[in-house]
């Protein structure tokens, strides 16, 4: 009967406080109670009071991650730029390196998921340098900020509550979630929704950490791949069949097609 009351009273106070506050917002004011109001609704969702307080404490409005999300203009490049900025010589001399190094891990890694080496390589390197930038924005904080901005608050709402069950999964700290400015997290870059859905502990140390763990990292993009149609043994040039599964990755085609010719070199598919 306790936990009964205990349980009404959040969903009272959550409903209040998202009633009490704007849907979104375009400044800073009015996000302190937005916030509020979506800490009422994790809370009455089963989000426990130590990770709300743990990991909202201190969080504000960002500009600095608006003016990211409103300054995305290198995915307007045509394909030849495009990939010409990402697949430097140095970059692709490195992810060869790196295939040789972890080829163990790498073929284990396909024999359970069906995904190549160069195709994991290719997205690490993408991503962050092959971990050397993971990004150093607070997680929770680009995310509240996103969900609050009016542009795609509910899609960022749900992000910002998965985040919050990571927390309290036990995986990470916030002060450890730290990643990019649209709150992609780890090595390869997975937004907390796809964190839950696809991290595997590869390592075996009760842990599934995508952010110092090379193993989980590239073990979780590889079931990522698997578990939106990756078909082993098929191709994954623009056209083959397994084109399809990079734009489950990253919607924009380029980005794509430059995974595709990326994976190409390193497998030297010329």
């Known amino acids: 009967m306790k936990s009964r ?4 009273a959040l969903i009272l106070a959550a409903s209040t406080s998202a009633a009490g ?6 400044a800073a004011e009015g ?3 937005w916030l509020d109001g979506v800490r009422g609704e994790a809370a009455a969702e089963g989000i426990s009071q130590r990770t709300l307080d743990s990991s909202l404490s201190g969080v504000v409005y960002d500009r600095a991650i608006i003016a990211r999300d409103r300054g995305q203009r290198v995915f307007k490049l045509t394909f030849e730029k495009f990939a010409a900025r990402l697949v430097t010589p140095a970059r692709l001399a490195r992810g ?3 295939l040789q190094n972890h080829a163990a891990l790498l073929q284990r890694i396909e024999e359970r998921y069906g995904v190549p080496g160069p195709v994991l390589v290719a997205i690490w390197g993408l991503e962050t340098g092959y971990g050397a930038d993971n990004g150093n924005f607070r997680t929770m904080q680009a995310l509240a900020t996103l969900a609050y901005d009016c542009r795609r608050s509910a ?5 910002l509550k998965e985040a919050l069950r990571i927390v309290q999964r036990g995986d990470m700290a916030p002060s450890q979630m730290r990643g990019d400015w649209a709150g992609e997290i780890g090595q390869t870059q997975f937004m907390p929704s796809s964190y839950l859905k696809y991290a595997v502990d590869f390592d075996g140390d009760g842990r599934r950490d995508l952010i110092r763990s090379t193993p989980d990292a590239l073990a979780s993009t590889a079931n990522f791949l698997r578990a939106n149609g990756w078909r082993t043994g098929a191709g994954w040039a623009d056209g083959e069949t397994n084109f399809a599964v990079f ?3 990253n919607k924009a085609q ?12 390193l497998s030297a598919r010329e």
């Open 247 to 249: 734009l489950e990755w």
């Open 254 to 265: 380029v980005y794509a097609r430059t995974i595709a010719y990326f994976a190409t070199k």
């Open 21 to 26: 506050a704007a849907a979104c917002g375009h």
């Open 31 to 33: 996000f302190g109670a």
């Open 5 to 8: 009351m205990v349980l009404g």
């Open 96 to 98: 060869r390196a790196l």
């Open 155 to 159: 899609q960022f709402t749900d992000e």
